[in-house]
């Protein structure tokens, strides 16, 4: 497991050489199965698949960013179980910084708030996530990291740093 230290030091670094035009932040929410949420994108221009999560506000870690954008998101609190990865990637000419997460809904039941936005939420096996035909640029960047979230069920909830 990655550690929060590790993600705190790379993203520093990064916004001290690199100035992406954005830092993101977002979990996927995994079930008793195994399975993971996403959130289906449904604007004029834009209908696909993506990890719930956000920007990343100034003086906001990454988790306490994922922990913030899912309540806003899904109306749920949650509990960190793993980090997956901090990568960087290029969309429409715009430099993302983005960092995953996976986690368990700690309090509430997921939900769409942002109807606007979203219009459909559904959990998937990983086998499926990796074989979306419309996933986001970030779910993309994330199936493209050839690494899959481990086995959870198993997994105590990972400790948050104090921030």
């Known amino acids: 497991m990655r550690s929060f230290d590790a993600v705190a030091t790379k993203l520093a670094r990064l916004r001290r050489t690199d100035h992406p035009h954005m830092i ?8 008793e199965s195994g399975r993971f949420l996403l959130m289906r994108r449904s604007t004029p221009g834009t209908n696909w698949w993506e990890v719930p999560g956000g920007k990343i506000e100034p003086g906001e870690s990454p988790w306490t960013a994922a922990r ?3 309540l806003e ?14 990568e ?11 960092t995953w997460f996976v986690a368990r809904v700690a309090k509430g039941t997921p939900g769409i708030t942002e ?23 970030s779910l993309k960047c994330l199936r493209g990291l050839q690494v899959a979230p481990p086995a959870l069920n198993a997994k105590l909830p990972m400790a948050t740093p104090a921030i």
């Open 24 to 31: 993101l932040a977002g979990a996927l929410l995994t079930d």
């Open 68 to 70: 913030r954008e899912l």
């Open 73 to 86: 998101e899904l109306r749920v609190t949650i509990e960190f179980v793993d980090l997956i990865a901090s």
């Open 88 to 98: 960087r990637f290029v969309w429409e000419g715009q430099n993302l910084q983005y």
């Open 115 to 137: 109807r606007d936005r979203f219009d459909q939420i559904r959990y998937f096996t990983w086998d499926e996530i990796r074989s979306l035909h419309n996933p986001s640029p």
